[in-house]
T-cell receptor
């Protein structure tokens, strides 16, 4: 069936470098794509979303890029900090839906 | 503002026992959700509710029941627990709107079924 998945289960980045977390999706009919962050022992926290008619959206230190041609979504984190250590989930949704579908997550670890 | 709270935080059950997980939110959200998260996996939707008195099935509803008698509370019940239901359970809530991209999550309940 349709699913949202991730390229890599783990990512290790040097503190201060930029992080890029990737996500592949298969449902071309999805209208929204969303990123969540889950710190150890906590519930997920919304980071940013992007509508399917956009290619790029920026937030505070984060940028989400959407490439509909290859069905690829990425989250870029600028100047990665120790507090960015977490599992990052991508998710997708239809504009008419009352729920979202989560992918399996990428663990981001920061090297000092 | 407490946000989304879950009770209990931890629980150990024996196979066949029953229990109820309570979720409460103080943000006046219309939508509420129950997810389960297994090790190394993402969140899977069990049941959800788009308003007081309404519930709907998610991806993995079997073995669970829910009730939304009050807008601020969403209860998840396990009638006869099985080891396969060992997981971390998260409750979330959101404003109404299509789709509910921004969900607010509780801290989770870690359930072990022996």
């Amino acid at each position: 069936g349709e699913s949202v998945g991730l390229h890599l289960p783990t990512l290790s980045v040097q503190e201060g470098d930029n992080s890029i977390i990737n996500c592949a999706y298969s449902n071309s009919a999805s209208d929204y794509f969303i990123w969540y962050k889950q710190e150890s022992g906590k519930g997920p926290q919304f980071i940013i979303d992007i509508r399917s008619n956009m290619d790029k959206r920026q937030g505070q230190r984060v940028t989400v890029l959407l490439n509909k041609t290859v069905k690829h979504l990425s989250l870029q984190i600028a100047a990665t900090q120790p507090g960015d250590s977490a599992v990052y989930f991508c998710a997708e949704a239809y504009s008419s839906a009352s729920k979202i579908i989560f992918g399996s997550g990428t663990r981001l670890s920061i090297r000092p | 503002n407490a946000g989304v709270t879950q009770t209990p935080k931890f629980r150990v059950l024996k196979t066949g026992q029953s229990m109820t997980l309570l979720c409460a939110q103080d943000m006046n959200h219309e939508y509420m959700y129950w997810y389960r998260q297994d090790p190394g996996m993402g969140l899977r939707l069990i049941h959800y509710s788009v308003g007081e008195g309404t519930t709907a099935k998610g991806e993995v509803p079997d073995g669970y029941n829910v009730s939304r008698l009050k807008k601020q509370n969403f209860l998840l019940g396990l009638e006869s627990a099985a080891p396969s239901q060992t997981s971390v359970y998260f409750c979330a809530s959101s404003y109404s709107g299509f789709p509910p991209v921004r969900q607010y999550f509780g801290p989770g309940t870690r359930l072990t079924v022996l």
